[in-house]
Nanobody
Framework: QVQLVESGGGLVQSGGSLRLSCTASGLTFSIYNMGWFRQAPGKEREFVASFTWSGGNTRYADSVKGRFTISRDNAKSTVYLRMNSLKPEDTAVYYC???????????????????WGQGTQVTVSS
């Protein structure tokens, strides 16, 4: 059974930085595309970033490009999200996600993620 555990959330002032971590178990981490999503109060969950298992390709939502960086350490079965220049509109619960299938041969879309962590709260004060 896939288990994803996020950490690193918290309260930060506008312009500050945080690094989220997500450690996975129950899957062969190195062959899974991994991603980060977020859900703000009253809004639907939205895609933030993804990192492919092969080729190391990354993709970002337009709203976070240039500020957020996704990375992964296969030896630690961990995916990270470095968030810089945080804004109040980044306030949300952030979720780690794994692709529904291993070794997907194409870059995943947001709908291709099917395993979720419990989420970690990020609050950015103005």
């Amino acid at each position: 059974q896939v288990q994803l555990v996020e950490s690193g959330g918290g309260l930060v002032q506008s312009g500050g930085s945080l690094r989220l971590s997500c450690t996975a178990s129950g899957l062969t981490f190195s062959i899974y595309n991994m991603g980060w999503f977020r859900q703000a109060p009253g809004k639907e969950r939205e895609f933030v970033a993804s990192f492919t298992w092969s080729g190391g390709n990354t993709r970002y939502a337009d709203s976070v490009k240039g500020r957020f960086t996704i990375s992964r350490d296969n030896a630690k079965s961990t995916v990270y999200l470095r968030m810089n220049s945080l804004k109040p509109e980044d306030t949300a619960v952030y979720y780690c996600a794994a692709d529904k299938v291993p070794a997907r041969p194409v870059e995943p879309g947001p709908g291709d993620f099917g395993s979720w962590g419990q989420g970690t709260q990020v609050t950015v004060s103005s």
